[in-house]
């Protein structure tokens, strides 16, 4: 072998290994503009649902009730608050009352929640007492 056929060889393995870090660098690439697709239609699909809300078609709101009833956000109570002001089908508009009663039990239960974990962080002493009762300590030895 000649110098000039060495450097050849070396010169192939370099594009071949320039080529599998470019393949790489597409799939990665392809796989972000997937991901980025799904992102968008997901919530162009989300849109469309809540948008379907005031649809003039009875069935699409149903349908659009029944995604909110599967998929709730609290940003959804304002929504269908609004809807059931609008809505003149009587079964149309329960069903949005069901659903919203449901959306505000699930807020004010995350409240709740909320606070009794702020409770325990502070501690025993901030917890409301019966009248008469005393502070108890929980150290050893202090009976």
């Known amino acids: 072998m000649t110098a000039v056929e060495v450097r050849r060889v070396t010169s192939r393995r370099e594009a071949d290994q320039l080529s599998t870090g470019t393949r790489l660098v597409w799939m990665v690439a392809g796989a972000a503009v997937l991901g980025a697709t799904v992102v968008l239609a997901v919530q162009d699909n989300v849109r469309r649902r809540r948008n379907d809300l005031f649809n003039p078609s009875p069935m699409r709101r149903m349908a659009a009730l029944t995604y909110l009833r599967q998929h709730p956000e609290t940003s959804d109570v304002v929504l269908l608050r609004d809807y059931v002001e609008w809505e003149e089908r009587p079964a149309l ?51």
């Open 93 to 143: 508009q329960r069903r949005a009352r069901l659903i919203l009663a449901g959306l505000e039990e699930a807020l004010i239960a995350m409240e709740r929640a909320e606070e009794g974990g702020e409770t325990e962080q502070n501690g025993k002493a901030d917890a409301p007492r019966e009248s008469g009762e005393t502070a108890e300590t929980d150290e050893p030895g202090a009976d």
